[in-house]
């Protein structure tokens, strides 16, 4: 029996989908997520354009803030246009090589976020809770060679994913369940064994990332419970909403992460609707809430922007 010749069982391109059994409705459905696609540029932008003119804001904190906002820029960016042309102009196909540089670019950028949400659990927890030695520890170099580790790990754990994912042979259908490009979805098109593929995955996302995650949760305890040593109630409640809101912020971006994951591996006979709600919550939700939840509600990056405002406001009445 003659090898299977791999490059003839490499697809030239593959189909995206779209939502099923509204296709007639893409051209409204694109409204809500070219707006929520839209305020994620804004708000991002924003926060790297004050964090980058304000001088003042050249701490850990903002700086490691300003790294979350370029993730979710790259996120956001990688996937959403090509979205849209799916709804607008039924741009439905993307080439194989197209198809795995946007895979490399999304997971790549949701586990260099997973590195800087880490990095910024770790700063609030050496500000409150050793706050003598902040300074010491959260140094300019050591912010810097956190970014850097977060690109280094996260290119190192998502480029053997791509690699044996490209040397697989695919048959049969092209058809994907979302309107993107994702490693768990691609590799169900596989005509092959795909233990490999799926062993590493699931070990990237539930040691690497799961174990971020339970890291970030284990600082913002510990800040809460040297939150609740403080003396004045309101201090207390002040700095609780703070880790609350955070707290529900990672756990927005860990739990579509780790549950499409799942979803895609072992929930195959689910409706094709609870992979793409769960899909878009993954790649839309934290780029929106990011600047929010640690931009807007940072009274330091409030007053920057309400500067900016007033100092245009009196340019424009001149």
């Known amino acids: 029996m003659p090898p299977f010749n791999l490059t003839s069982l490499t697809p030239a391109t593959f ?7 509204m296709e007639k409705s893409h051209i409204w459905i694109s409204i809500p997520f070219c707006s929520i696609y839209l ?3 804004l708000g991002n932008g924003v926060l790297l354009f004050v964090i980058r003119t ?3 804001l050249h701490q850990p904190m903002y700086l490691f803030l300003s790294m979350l906002a370029i993730a979710d820029l790259m996120l956001s ?3 959403v246009p090509r979205m849209l042309a799916l709804f607008w102009f039924r ?8 198809c795995l540089t946007q895979m490399f670019f999304l997971h790549f950028s949701f586990s260099a976020e997973s590195v800087i949400l880490l990095a910024m659990a770790f700063d609030r927890f050496v500000a409150i809770c050793y706050p003598l030695q902040h300074a010491a520890v959260l140094t300019q170099s050591v912010v810097v060679k956190t970014g850097l580790v977060a690109l ?8 053997p994913c791509i690699f044996l994912l490209k040397r697989l042979p695919f048959c049969g259908s092209r058809l994907l369940s979302h309107s993107f490009c994702l490693h768990q979805d691609v590799m169900n098109l596989v005509c092959a064994n795909t233990t490999p593929s799926v062993v590493y995955g699931l070990t990237a996302i539930l040691l690497v990332m799961g174990l971020d995650a339970v890291l970030i949760c284990l600082s913002y305890i ?10 004045l109630w309101k201090e207390r409640l002040k700095a609780f909403s703070t880790c609350v809101a955070r707290i529900c912020l990672v756990l927005a971006f860990y739990v ?8 895609h591996r072992f929930g195959k006979d689910l409706a094709p609707l609870v992979h793409i709600t769960m899909g878009n919550i993954y790649i839309l939700v934290p780029a929106v809430l990011n600047p929010i939840i640690y931009g807007v509600r940072t009274k330091q990056i409030q007053r920057r922007i309400l500067i900016s405002i007033k100092i245009s406001d009196d340019r424009a009445a001149h």
């Open 15 to 21: 189909i995206l989908a779209g939502i099923p059994g």
């Open 39 to 41: 305020a994620a540029l």
């Open 54 to 56: 304000e001088r003042s």
């Open 77 to 79: 960016t990688t996937t």
């Open 91 to 98: 741009a439905g196909e993307i080439s194989f090589d197209a």
């Open 152 to 159: 280094l790990r996260s290119f190192c754990i998502i480029f």
């Open 222 to 231: 510990l800040i809460l419970k040297a939150v609740l040593r403080l003396a």
């Open 256 to 263: 579509p992460l780790i549950g499409l994951s799942v979803v």
